[in-house]
T-cell receptor, first 114, second 114 residues
Framework: EAQVTQNPRYLITVTGKKLTVTCSQN?????MSWYRQDPGLGLRQIYYSMNVEVTDKGDVPEGYKVSRKEKRNFPLILESPSPNQTSLYFC?????????????FGPGTRLTVT | AQSVTQLDSQVPVFEEAPVELRCNYS??????LFWYVQYPNQGLQLLLK??????LVKGINGFEAEFNKSQTSFHLRKPSVHISDTAEYFCAVSGPNTGNQFYFGTGTSLTVIP
């Protein structure tokens, strides 16, 4: 089954404790992306990647890191989480190219930083 | 940077009535336009997309949208809504002219009243 998986689905942590949210896709997509969703703000892109070893900042990259060492994986790293990073996070992937651009979204990771 | 404006944060509508969810974007250059739907506690799913060609785009679940370049709008419509259409709807823009970055609106919560 074609899918984007994220782990963990729920996470409660404390300020300053490094964490990683994993994202994996099995569709051989070139493009992968991370978003955060906050009430009244919609989805905002954090980072995106157009292929292995190619990453770019989105609208809200501060406080986050990503890496793309393999095509299927795109982990999101919070080196020192803060309460303002409490949010719902989505990973997405797609083929690149004007005939597609359909992003497949993961189920989301709800992060709470206390 | 792009901006996407969804003019209505909440839209209540009676079952079997028509609905229009409005979306305007800021770009004066060519972009790709999308509508996504998010059902409660789920990820996002693509409803429809405009890449080029006919300005009237048909999507899943009976939804359609019309691209209006002069008004920089991409409004979503359905002639007769069902209870199951209750969800959050997001408009988004992307494409090579945005560096393949995705910009989402703040969302419209559609509530279908029996």
């Amino acid at each position: 089954e074609a899918q984007v998986t994220q782990n963990p689905r729920y996470l409660i942590t404390v300020t300053g404790k490094k964490l990683t949210v994993t994202c994996s896709q099995n569709m051989n997509h070139e493009y992968m992306s991370w978003y955060r969703q906050d009430p009244g703000l919609g989805l905002r892109q954090i980072y995106y990647s157009m292929n292995v070893e190619v990453t770019d900042k989105g609208d809200v990259p501060e406080g986050y890191k990503v890496s793309r060492k393999e095509k299927r994986n795109f982990p999101l790293i919070l080196e020192s989480p803060s309460p303002n990073q409490t949010s719902l996070y989505f990973c997405a992937s797609s083929f690149l190219g004007r005939s597609t651009y359909e992003q497949y979204f993961g189920p989301g990771t709800r992060l709470t930083v206390t | 940077a792009q901006s996407v404006t969804q003019l209505d944060s909440q839209v209540p509508v009676f079952e079997e009535a028509p609905v229009e969810l409005r979306c305007n974007y800021s770009s004066s250059v060519s972009v790709y336009l999308f509508w996504y739907v998010q059902y409660p506690n789920q990820g996002l799913q693509l409803l429809l997309k405009y890449l080029s060609g006919s300005t009237l785009v048909k999507g899943i679940n009976g939804f359609e949208a019309e691209f209006n370049k002069s008004q920089t709008s991409f409004h979503l419509r359905k002639p007769s809504v069902h209870i199951s259409d209750t969800a959050e709807y997001f408009c988004a823009v992307s494409g090579p002219n945005t560096g393949n970055q995705f910009y989402f609106g703040t969302g419209t919560s559609l509530t279908v009243i029996p």
